[in-house]
């Protein structure tokens, strides 16, 4: 086919009997507007020939590369949508940054006296909301320890255990050392925030949360 | 002039296949990006948040850019 052949432009025999036209009116050829030509179906699935294909697979051929290529290309668009989704996620956490960096740092509260926690005893509180549980742990007579409550692994709440210099978290039975808050044992990775303390007088005041990665 | 034929069925298979790979690593990308940036924000790191958001926004960019492209074959040419 010479390459003047596949231009639907091309000139064509203006006669209306002309065979190109083919009872078109106007000037342009009939194959113009002809159904497009099929790229060959293949062989099916299981590599058998079509007339050793079922029935219902006679009656209804399916144009395997084309399936092929729809579904592949619908699989890109949904990756496609998948990346999007990831991308919206990234400006999600920016905001809560964002947020977090804005917020105004809590005041100092009051949670108990010295007098009120023997050595090796614990105490639960809440800072810097309500809703932020916290323990309280006096590992000697001049150290006291203080971390969130909840695990950095799936957020269950950690039970202190300073016979054992350990927190347990049982859900997953995660384990974090007492004095730094570090996971030792489970599938928690990140330590525990911190809770950092202040001593005023004989009263223990909690000051600031501090979250760590390592 | 050299007249332009559109890709036939089976090369934009196999281009489809090619973008198909390589978009796939590039979200296997993002996820990790997510994940570590996730990790970085709960322990209070946010110096690499912004920089892996971008990164992330310019992963999708590419991904839709391909996608766009692949539209682009499909249609027939003038």
Known sequence: MQSSDLDPRRPVDATIDSPAREGLTGTAPADLYGAPERDEITVAPDG??????????????????????????????????????????????????WWRSRRAAFPARRIASLDEIPIGGTLAFTYPTDVDANVLVRVSADLLVAYSQKCTHLSCAVVPKPDQGVLHCPCH???????????????????????VLQIRGRDVYPTAVEHRTT | MRPTRPFTRDQRTTIVYGMLAFVLIVVVLQLWLLTATMNAYLGGDDSVIRPAAIVSLLCFALNLGLLGHLYRLERPRA
């Open chain 1, 173 to 195: 039975e995660g384990l974090f050392d007492l004095r730094s808050g570090n996971p030792i044992a489970g599938p928690p990775r990140r330590p525990l925030p911190r809770i």
């Open chain 1, 48 to 97: 058998r020939p079509t007339a050793e294909q079922p029935a219902w697979r006679q009656d209804f051929p399916i144009d395997w590369p084309q399936d092929q290529y729809v579904e592949r290309r619908d699989f890109m668009k949904f990756l496609v949508l998948v990346s999007g989704a990831f991308g919206v996620g990234q400006l999600w956490i920016v905001m809560q940054s």
